[in-house]
């Protein structure tokens, strides 16, 4: 699986943005897609993770009513609309994907190569 991630950009505080995720492989039903976050001098986080038929979500705590992940498995694409974005939400964002028909968390297998978003106060 080969995971290409777009969408970062630099905006303000109070702002929208929406990270793209687009996906090879034929089997795109079989994996729950996620994403995580890294922001500087800290570890990777899980931001919000889908599951393979999009019926349930998971959330941080602290993106919670503000980010909304999606996915549409006709395009092999997971989206992640982040609304009145803070500046604690500059991180690179990764999207990755695993074989697994639940809502995992956490062992992602494949990863793509990250967008940074940066807000600024």
């Known amino acids: 699986v080969q995971l290409q991630a777009s969408g970062g950009g630099l905006v303000q505080a109070g702002d929208s943005l929406r990270l793209s995720c687009a996906a090879s492989?034929?089997?795109?039903?079989?994996?729950?897609m996620a994403w995580f976050r890294q922001a500087p001098g800290k570890e990777r986080e899980v931001v919000a993770a889908?599951?393979?038929?999009?019926?349930?979500?998971y959330y941080a705590d602290s993106v919670k009513g503000r980010f909304t992940i999606s996915r549409d498995n006709a395009k092999k694409m997971v989206y992640l609309q982040m609304r009145n974005l803070k500046p604690e939400d500059t991180a690179v964002y990764y999207c990755?994907?695993?074989?697994?028909?639940?809502?995992?968390?956490?062992?992602?297998?494949?990863w793509g190569q990250g967008t940074l978003v940066t807000v600024s106060s």
């Open positions: 990755a994907a695993k074989n697994d028909y639940d809502l995992p968390t956490v062992l992602y297998t494949w």
């Open positions: 492989g034929r089997r795109f039903t079989n994996y729950a």
């Open positions: 889908i599951k393979w038929s999009g019926s349930e979500t």
